[in-house]
């Protein structure tokens, strides 16, 4: 149910200015929450998915609050997100990919919390370095 009201949240939320943003957000919960999202997260995860969902809803509740850091930010996670793909990982994660694959999957994640949703909490420390050494680079 989150899942829908993050969605109607972000489609409500539609500005001129915050479409690059939005476009992100709505990225980020079409590869969190999908047909067999469970599945690919895995039961133990799933309480996490929710403080993900809550990242994204504080992420757009904010967005007009500093635009310019919000870019900002948008570009450092294009960053390792550009990382995780080129080391063969996909969003959404797929069924199995091999375990340095989804730890780092899981590192966007909370990379995402520590630069959008700071009081929700990232798990440990994490930035763009620390998903490149996960990867491998």
Partial sequence: MLGMEVDVLISR????????PLADTRE???????????????????PRLVVYLRGITHRVERLAD????????MLEVQQAVELYTAAGGTLPLAADPEPRIREARWMLEELRLSLFAQPLGAHGPISVQRIRKSLGY
């Fill in 66 to 73: 500093n635009l310019g850091r919000d870019r900002a930010w």
């Fill in 28 to 46: 980020q919960l079409n590869a969190l929450v999908f047909d067999g999202f469970i599945e690919h997260t895995g039961l133990a995860r799933l």
């Fill in 13 to 20: 939320s539609s500005s001129l200015q915050f479409m690059a």
